[in-house]
C-alpha cells in the first residue's frame, strides 16, 4: 500500500527579484514499510520539499501546482487547523535539532502524553501509561521514573528518542526524518537509525529519510531520490542508485566514494556548488557543473525510465532517446 505519492508538485518562492520554483515536477512514492531516502547537497531542495509535505511552508512559498497525497487524500490545499491534526495524528516528524520539537518548559513524559489525550482522546491516566510505554519502546532507561524530567536533564540522543515517542506516539502512517542524527555523535547516531527502522518495521509506517549522507542511504534506505537545484534528477533502488548511476551529478556524488560518510558539503569532485535560489537555470539546474552539458540542455529535460518496471527514472538529455539532436531540431 502507498501511504505517500508526491504529484508532481511545484513550489514557487516570491522572491525581491521575481518569483522562482524551488521545486519542478516532484514525482515519487512511499509504499507502507519501506524507506525512501531523498539524498543531496545542502540547497537541493530537501527540506522545501519536507515542509511542502507537512504544510510549514514559510509565507513566501507556495505550492503552485501538483500533490501531495497521504493514503488516497489530497492534502495540499487543506487549511492550517486540518494540517495540525495531519502533523500530530498521521505524519510524525523527526528534525535534526530535538530541542526545535521539545518545549523546554515541560515535562518530557507530559509533552509525550499531549498528542494521545488531544488526538486519541485518552483520559490522562491512559495518557500517562500509554507514554511511559513509548518511553520503554525507544529504550529511555527508566522510563516511568523519567516522566517528569526536562528536556534539558536528557543528552542529546535521549532528547531523539523523545522526539521519536512522540513522532509515533498516534501510530501514523507516515514518518519524516528529516536530517535526524546529524547532530549526534557516531555512534549515538547508530543507535538512533537502528531505533527508527525497528520502530517502522513494527509499525509498517513509510519513511521519508531526509539525508546527505550516503552511507546512511545505503544502510538504511530502500529506494533514494537524489535532488538537485529542486529537481529530482534520478530516482532507483538503493542498489541500482550505486552499482549504476546514471545521472552526472548522481555519478559524481558516488565517485566521492570510498569516503561513503563524507558529508556532501565536503564534495571536491564536482566543481561549483548549487546555484542559489534566485539563479536557478530554467533548463538542466546542473548545466554550470555538468562536464557532458550540449545545446539541448538549456531546457528542462523530461524524466526517463530505464528499464521497464525497475522505478529507476533519470532526468537528463543524456538519456533521452535523439536527446542531443533536439538541439539542433
Ligand atoms: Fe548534463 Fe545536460 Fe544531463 Fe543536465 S541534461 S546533467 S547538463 S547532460
Ligand atoms: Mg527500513
Same mark, same amino acid.
Given at each position: 500500500?502507498?501511504?505517500?505519492?508526491?504529484?508532481?508538485?511545484?513550489?514557487?518562492?516570491?522572491?525581491?527579484?521575481?518569483?522562482?520554483?524551488?521545486?519542478?515536477?516532484?514525482?515519487?512514492?512511499?509504499?507502507?514499510?519501506?524507506?525512501?531516502?531523498?539524498?543531496?547537497?545542502?540547497?537541493?531542495?530537501?527540506?522545501?520539499?519536507?515542509?511542502?509535505?507537512?504544510?510549514?511552508?514559510?509565507?513566501?512559498?507556495?505550492?503552485?501546482?501538483?500533490?501531495?497525497?497521504?493514503?488516497?487524500?489530497?492534502?495540499?490545499?487543506?487549511?492550517?487547523?486540518?494540517?495540525?491534526?495531519?502533523?500530530?495524528?498521521?505524519?510524525?516528524?523527526?528534525?535534526?535539532?530535538?530541542?526545535?520539537?521539545?518545549?523546554?518548559?515541560?515535562?518530557?513524559?507530559?509533552?509525550?502524553?499531549?498528542?494521545?489525550?488531544?488526538?486519541?482522546?485518552?483520559?490522562?491516566?491512559?495518557?500517562?501509561?500509554?507514554?511511559?510505554?513509548?518511553?520503554?519502546?525507544?529504550?529511555?532507561?527508566?522510563?516511568?521514573?523519567?516522566?517528569?524530567?526536562?528536556?534539558?536533564?536528557?543528552?542529546?540522543?535521549?532528547?531523539?528518542?523523545?522526539?521519536?515517542?512522540?513522532?509515533?506516539?498516534?501510530?501514523?502512517?507516515?514518518?519524516?526524518?528529516?536530517?535526524?542524527?546529524?547532530?549526534?555523535?557516531?555512534?549515538?547516531?547508530?543507535?538512533?537509525?537502528?531505533?527508527?527502522?525497528?520502530?517502522?518495521?513494527?509499525?509498517?509506517?513509510?519513511?521519508?529519510?531526509?539525508?546527505?549522507?550516503?552511507?546512511?542511504?545505503?544502510?538504511?534506505?530502500?529506494?533514494?531520490?537524489?535532488?538537485?537545484?529542486?529537481?529530482?534528477?534520478?530516482?532507483?533502488?538503493?542498489?541500482?542508485?550505486?552499482?549504476?548511476?546514471?545521472?552526472?551529478?548522481?555519478?559524481?556524488?558516488?565517485?566521492?566514494?570510498?569516503?561513503?560518510?563524507?558529508?556532501?558539503?565536503?564534495?571536491?569532485?564536482?566543481? !561549483?556548488?548549487? @546555484? =542559489?535560489?534566485?539563479? *536557478?537555470?530554467? #533548463?538542466? $539546474?546542473?548545466?554550470? +557543473? &555538468?562536464?557532458?552539458?550540449?545545446?539541448?540542455? !538549456?531546457?528542462? @529535460? =523530461?524524466?526517463?525510465? *530505464?528499464?521497464? #518496471?525497475? $522505478?529507476?527514472?533519470? +532526468? &537528463?538529455?543524456?538519456?533521452?532517446?535523439?536527446?542531443?539532436?533536439?538541439?539542433?531540431?
Amino acid at each position: 500500500m502507498t501511504v505517500l505519492t508526491i504529484e508532481n508538485l511545484r513550489t514557487t518562492l516570491r522572491l525581491d527579484s521575481g518569483d522562482c520554483d524551488a521545486l519542478r515536477e516532484v514525482s515519487f512514492s512511499v509504499d507502507e514499510g519501506e524507506t525512501l531516502a531523498i539524498v543531496g547537497e545542502s540547497g537541493c531542495g530537501k527540506s522545501m520539499l519536507a515542509m511542502s509535505i507537512m504544510g510549514l511552508l514559510p509565507s513566501i512559498a507556495t505550492i503552485s501546482e501538483g500533490h501531495v497525497v497521504l493514503g488516497s487524500r489530497a492534502i495540499e490545499a487543506e487549511p492550517e487547523a486540518a494540517m495540525e491534526k495531519v502533523r500530530g495524528a498521521e505524519i510524525g516528524m523527526v528534525f535534526q535539532e530535538p530541542m526545535t520539537a521539545l518545549n523546554p518548559v515541560f515535562t518530557v513524559g507530559s509533552q509525550i502524553a499531549e498528542p494521545l489525550r488531544d488526538h486519541l482522546g485518552l483520559s490522562r491516566a491512559e495518557a500517562r501509561k500509554t507514554a511511559i510505554d513509548l518511553m520503554e519502546r525507544v529504550r529511555i532507561p527508566s522510563a516511568a521514573s523519567r516522566y517528569d524530567s526536562y528536556p534539558h536533564e536528557f543528552s542529546g540522543g535521549m532528547r531523539q528518542r523523545v522526539v521519536i515517542a512522540l513522532a509515533i506516539a498516534c501510530r501514523p502512517k507516515l514518518l519524516i526524518a528529516d536530517e535526524p542524527t546529524t547532530a549526534l555523535d557516531v555512534t549515538v547516531q547508530r543507535q538512533i537509525l537502528d531505533l527508527l527502522d525497528t520502530l517502522q518495521d513494527q509499525e509498517k509506517m513509510g519513511m521519508l529519510l531526509i539525508t546527505h549522507n550516503l552511507a546512511i542511504v545505503a544502510g538504511h534506505a530502500d529506494r533514494v531520490v537524489v535532488m538537485y537545484g529542486g529537481d529530482v534528477v534520478e530516482q532507483a533502488t538503493v542498489r541500482d542508485l550505486f552499482r549504476s548511476p546514471a545521472h552526472p551529478y548522481a555519478r559524481a556524488l558516488l565517485a566521492s566514494l570510498p569516503r561513503v560518510d563524507r558529508d556532501l558539503s565536503e564534495l571536491a569532485s564536482i566543481p !561549483g556548488r548549487v @546555484p =542559489p535560489l534566485a539563479k *536557478l537555470p530554467d #533548463g538542466c $539546474r546542473f548545466i554550470d +557543473r &555538468c562536464p557532458h552539458a550540449m545545446d539541448v540542455c !538549456g531546457k528542462m @529535460p =523530461p524524466a526517463v525510465e *530505464l528499464g521497464q #518496471g525497475t $522505478r529507476h527514472t533519470v +532526468r &537528463c538529455w543524456l538519456h533521452v532517446e535523439g536527446g542531443s539532436d533536439a538541439a539542433v531540431g
